[in-house]
């Protein structure tokens, strides 16, 4: 029976990356023997365009009924001032599927280190899981739009606060036993109680980890002066997509970063970086990501370790033989790279 994969492509460089991942995805899929049926459905602004809603019900059906879901990228200036932008339909989507925790991994290659803007001495080694969490606090909380005065209401509860430190502190058993909880627990109330219910749950349950908790003004330091002394950073909603950002050019650029959403009843899969309008349309895309965001698919939403393992050695082969889109110094584009990736599966 085929595992039925639901592609949102998006907007700007989104149907460029999914196309690479996708490409790759099935060429492992059939030396692995295992059968895929892709499905790709109006999501963002390319469904504003089409339906007059970036989210249709259509999309949400399908995507509710999939095994895994893959999303390229969102948004762009042409919809910046719609009713509902791009950007509420992936809140959206990401509320629907119930996907609370976002690993965001990033790891500097062997030999690599020279890709980031970081001194070779101190990207060296860094190997960094983000555990971003992806339904609650500003991202969620009431909203009030205005021109003279606006509103964001941050609201974490303690369940939700446990939920996602829980992913963090499993994974870190898997790995170098640390969790780096990040807040701002000497300002926001919200932070207090992140940091209490993540203390708790580690004296509880955790106690075999290593647990600290920095302040997310320091951490911002911190990665860039020492990312190798990290191992997993568990954050809330909007501290996670501002790390992110930066913790993924230590490992060379935006468009390495992948990144999986789970703990709903479907799996959602998506490079971390944007639609990059800057670059859409022009084949320089860097697909590694996506790709790597595919991998992870194969790993949380298919079973298929092995798969996933052929995937990311793929890339990490073609990046190190010297195959480097244009964010990287090189001169591939975003096909040729992906054939890279292709000549290297299995
Ligand atoms: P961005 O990530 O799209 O781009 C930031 C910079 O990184 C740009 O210079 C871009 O060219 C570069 N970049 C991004 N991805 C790249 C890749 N794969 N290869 C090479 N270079 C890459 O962020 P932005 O410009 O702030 O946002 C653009 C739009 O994307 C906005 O509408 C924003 O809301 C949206 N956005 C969507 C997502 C998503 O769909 N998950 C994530 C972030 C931003
Ligand atoms: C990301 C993006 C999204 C976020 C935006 C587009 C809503 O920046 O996936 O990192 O902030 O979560
Ligand atoms: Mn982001």
Redesign the pocket.
Known sequence: MSRRIVLLP?D??GPE?TAAARLVLEEAARRHDVALAFEEHPFGGAAIDAAGDPFPDETRAACLQAEAVF?G????PKWDGAPRR??AG?LALREALGVFANLRPMRVLPGMETLGPLKPEIARGADILIVRELTGGAYFGRREEGRARARDEIVYAREEVERVARVAFEAARGRRGRVASVDKANVLATSRLWRAAASELHEREYPDVALEHVLVDAMAMKLVLAPASFDVILTENMFGDILSDEASVIAG???LSPSASLGGAVGLY??????????AGQD????A?AILSAAMLARFSLGTEHMARDIEQAVEEAIASGAR?A?LGGTLGCRAFTQAVLERLG
């Open positions: 998006g700007g460089v990356v999303l990228a969102v948004g762009g791009p950007e992936l650029s935006i468009g998506e490079p971390i970086h944007g639609s990059a309008p800057d670059i320089k895309a860097n697909p990501g889109t964010d």
